[in-house]
């Protein structure tokens, strides 16, 4: 179906409707919302705003003593902020503070700020400013997926697979509940699928320089999205080589751009938190990845178990795909992925819900999924067999399971003190292995 044709269609609009109205809803009004890392960014937004700064100085934020971190020399125990030549600068990367200015400009026009009066911190319009932009920028990616999917699989599947993702993945207990790095990320990931898809399908010609631009600004977000950016240039080189100098051209002039921004600033060719050597560390691997795929409390399989039922699709129905290099694609993005966040040093994420570190892969989850149940209507749908059944159970039972245990995370304050009670996840990671006492059922196990 024409990209045109998907936007203009009543009944596409309505249900389109329907789904940001249902998510958005839903991502407000859950209780659980996590400032940590985050913590400062839209006091960052603000600051260039206000004062056209990067630096934090304009604002009345105490001195504190030098506290060399693992990374960075921090204001004291702030560990969000980091000190550069007597300067303030916020350590974390400052792409999501530069993408949210134009909802801080909006939030400041209703009366919320991220600054007092008196230029002290605020943290209660902090944390207000990014609950609700992490709210709307998912409830957005919610209705980008129904028009990603819509183009190979009926209105009320692409609905339904659209509200899973939602509802069922980190979307809803992490990428929402705040402004993590991650957010934004996936958010931009969202139309480099949609561009993708489209483009394979023969129904929009691809734009190189507006996919070079989504995919520099994901690495602006957050580094580690970097692997999808070497996979997607893999792939253009592979099967798409007229579009590549156009995009190599646009991804070099925004790297010249980021680099230009931090020797500025830092005097260094890339801001601290991009040091990527500074950030792994001795922890065995093996056991960091097997964490960060079945342990109780951080396990990708255990939080989502929907993904059992994807990937038991796409490889029982390889053969009908309707996006084989997507696909394999997905798959070589969520592999390496998975090693590149399990080499890292603390492999668990630290204090957050679940498989945080997995999140910025969601949107390939997404991707697996449309294939694969665009197989499963092919092959299996029509014949109506008792394994066909079972198979519809399975995935019933497995959508069942993911969308309680996301429901969780983001409205019981429960799971979220688990980091710090009884004790510091962070002073004893082992407890990310207890079966006992597993985070999403902090509410009943103490």
Request: glycine share 6%.
């Amino acid at each position: 179906m024409p990209v045109n044709a998907l936007l203009t269609k009543k009944s596409d609009l309505i249900v389109s409707t329907i789904i940001f109205v249902v998510t958005l809803v839903l991502f407000l009004f859950s209780r659980v919302h996590q400032l940590t890392d985050s913590n400062y960014s839209m006091l960052v937004s603000q600051s260039l705003l206000q004062h056209h700064s990067f630096t934090l100085d304009s604002y009345d934020i105490p001195r504190l003593e030098p506290t060399n971190q693992l990374y960075h020399v921090s204001v004291g125990k702030i560990y969000q902020l980091e000190y550069i030549d007597n300067h303030i600068y916020y350590f974390w990367p400052n792409g999501t503070s530069l993408l949210s200015i134009p909802f801080v400009a909006l939030m400041n026009a209703l009366g919320v700020s991220a600054a007092n009066a008196d230029g002290t911190y605020n943290p209660t319009g902090e944390i207000t400013i990014q609950a609700r932009l992490a709210a709307l920028l998912m409830a957005i990616l919610s209705v980008v997926f129904y028009f990603t999917s819509r183009f190979v699989l009926p209105l009320s599947w692409s609905a339904g697979l659209a509200l899973s993702t939602a509802l069922g993945t980190q979307i809803w207990s992490t990428a929402s509940r705040a402004l993590w790095s991650e957010t934004w990320g996936i958010f931009l990931l969202g139309f480099v699928v949609l561009m993708l898809v489209a483009n394979e399908l023969g129904k929009w010609s691809l734009r190189p320089g507006i996919l070079a631009t989504l995919l520099a600004w994901t690495y602006f977000v957050r580094p580690t999205f970097s692997v999808a950016i070497v996979a997607i240039t893999i792939y253009l080189i592979l099967f798409y080589r007229p579009c590549l100098f156009a995009y190599a051209a646009t991804g070099a002039a925004w790297l010249a751009a980021f680099v230009a921004y931090s020797w500025f600033h830092y005097r260094q060719l890339l801001p601290n938190y991009y040091l990527v050597y500074r950030h792994f560390g001795t922890t065995t691997f093996w056991t960091a990845l097997s964490g960060n795929l079945i342990s109780p409390s951080r396990g990708l399989l255990v939080f989502v178990p929907i993904l059992f039922f994807v990937f038991y699709l796409v490889f029982r129905y390889w053969s009908a795909l309707e996006l084989p290099r997507l696909a394999v694609l997905s798959i070589g993005i969520v592999v390496t992925h998975l090693i590149v966040v399990s080499a890292h040093s603390p492999w668990y994420g630290g204090h957050c819900y679940g498989p945080r570190y997995s999140t910025g892969v969601v949107p390939w989850f997404f991707l697996l999924g449309t294939s694969a149940l665009t197989a499963w209507r092919k092959q299996g749908f029509s014949r109506r067999t008792l394994s066909h059944r079972l198979e519809i159970l399975l995935g019933a039972m497995l959508l069942l399971i993911s969308v309680t245990i996301q429901t969780l995370g983001a409205t019981e304050h429960a799971t979220w003190l688990w980091n710090s009670r009884p004790v510091n996840v962070d002073e004893q990671p082992d407890r990310v292995w207890d079966w006992k006492h597993p985070q999403f059922l902090a509410k009943w196990v103490h």
